[in-house]
């Protein structure tokens, strides 16, 4: 059977006030396929993210979604994308239900169905007993359960998860990989970006941004062989190897909001 394209990416590049910031990145990821960006801060990670997603518009080249024009039609590109941002996108005076309502609607479910995939949907996010206080009292990890039962309301054949981890407690983070692995077993396409290299090695393909350019992709232990000398090999040492730089000293400062979180 031959591998039907989720994401097709040609040549994408970005300047913001006049500095290139992703330069001629391409690539493909496949139904079915789970793909880590990795990268120092300021590599260029969440830009290509957001020219993926449409929610960035690329100055040049091409991104095609399930083989649809995704600048040309960025609705219908969206409407097969569950994505979550680095930063929480939720209005914290709403509650769960609310919020998940009104991703039904703008999502144009059917509104007949929309109490009982609400319901289901918070049943599986842990937030049933939670569904209808106000969110501004929730953990991390609840916010992030919220937002990807969201980012699955409406079925997306691609989940894309931007440092989905970043800020959570070590049971928050758990729980969350726990639930993005049994997604990427039920056959769900994920493409993220991380700083956490163990996540990023349990993915089929890894790949590596430094100074907004791709320079390399492919599976970590086919990286590991060809860059990092053996299979035991980091993907540190594989950065390294390819840059002549560590993956943590990445020469773009850190973003206040970044840093804020980490402390
Ligand atoms: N809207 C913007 N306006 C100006 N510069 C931007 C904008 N968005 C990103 N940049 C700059 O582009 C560069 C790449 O940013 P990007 O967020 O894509 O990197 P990243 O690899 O995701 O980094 P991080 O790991 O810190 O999230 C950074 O130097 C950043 O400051």
Known sequence: MSAVPIIEARELSRRFGGR??????SLNLNEGESL???????????????????ALRPDSGSVRIAGQDALADPRRARAMLGVLFQDPA???R??????????????????????ALVADALERAGLSEAADRTIRGFSGG???RL???RALMHEPRLLVLDEPTLGLDPQGR?????????????????LMTTHVLSEAESFDRVGILDGGRLVALDTPRALKLAHGGSSEASLDDVFFHLTGRALRDGDAPLR????RRRA
Not at 20 to 25: P, Q
Not at 36 to 54: D, R, S, V
């Open 147 to 149: 937002e990807l039962a």
């Open 94 to 115: 709403m509650t769960p239900r609310e919020t998940l309502r009104l991703h039904a609607a703008l999502h144009g479910l059917p509104r007949r169905d929309t109490a």
């Open 256 to 259: 206040p909001a970044l840093v």
């Open 36 to 54: 880590a960006l990795i990268g120092p801060n300021g590599a260029g990670k969440t830009t290509t993210l957001g020219m993926l997603t449409t």
């Open 20 to 25: 290139a910031v992703v330069t001629n990145v």
């Open 174 to 190: 758990l729980d969350l990989w726990a639930r993005i692995g049994a997604l990427r077993a039920s056959g769900m396409a994920v």
């Open 90 to 92: 939720l209005d914290d």
């Open 142 to 144: 609840m916010k992030r």
